[in-house]
C-alpha cells in the first residue's frame, strides 16, 4: 500500500514560483515512478512531469524549462519545483504512482491546488 500526500499548493503571481511536495509512504520509495498532473477548471487532466526508478525525468512540452521535478531521499518525498508561473499554470496537482497492467488501480493523492495570478 502506498499513501500519498501532497502539500505546497497556494497562490502565487505570474513569473513567481512555488514549490509542490508530495510525501510517499511505503518502502521502496526508490523504486517507485511518480508522476505529476494536474487538471484545471473545466479541463482534463494532464500528465506534468514523470520521474522514474533511476530518476530520469520527463516533463509535458508546456512546463519544459520551467518545473523540475526530482526526488528528496532525506524526507520521502518528490519536488515540483514551479518556476517562472503562468496564469495558464492554474490548477489542481496531484500525485501519482502507477501500478503495473492487472494489479489495480493506480495511486493517487488528494492533490493539492495552485492558483497564479496575472
Known amino acids: 500500500q502506498v499513501q500519498l500526500v501532497e502539500s505546497g499548493g497556494g497562490l502565487v503571481q505570474s513569473g513567481g514560483s512555488l514549490r509542490l511536495s508530495c510525501k510517499v509512504s511505503?518502502?521502496?520509495?526508490?523504486?517507485?515512478?511518480i508522476r505529476w498532473y494536474r487538471q484545471g477548471a473545466g479541463k482534463e487532466r494532464e500528465l506534468v512531469a514523470r520521474?522514474?526508478?533511476?530518476?530520469?525525468?520527463e516533463y509535458a512540452d508546456s512546463v519544459k524549462g520551467r518545473f523540475s521535478i526530482f526526488r528528496d531521499y532525506s524526507r520521502n518525498t518528490v519536488e515540483l519545483q514551479m518556476n517562472n508561473v503562468r496564469v495558464e499554470d492554474t490548477a489542481v496537482y496531484y500525485c501519482?504512482?502507477?501500478?503495473?497492467?492487472?494489479?489495480?488501480?493506480?495511486?493517487w493523492g488528494q492533490g493539492t491546488p495552485v492558483t497564479v495570478s496575472p
Open positions: 511505503g518502502s521502496m520509495f526508490s523504486a517507485y515512478v
Open positions: 501519482n504512482v502507477p501500478r503495473p497492467a492487472g494489479w489495480g488501480a493506480d495511486y
Open positions: 520521474i522514474d526508478d533511476s530518476d530520469r525525468t
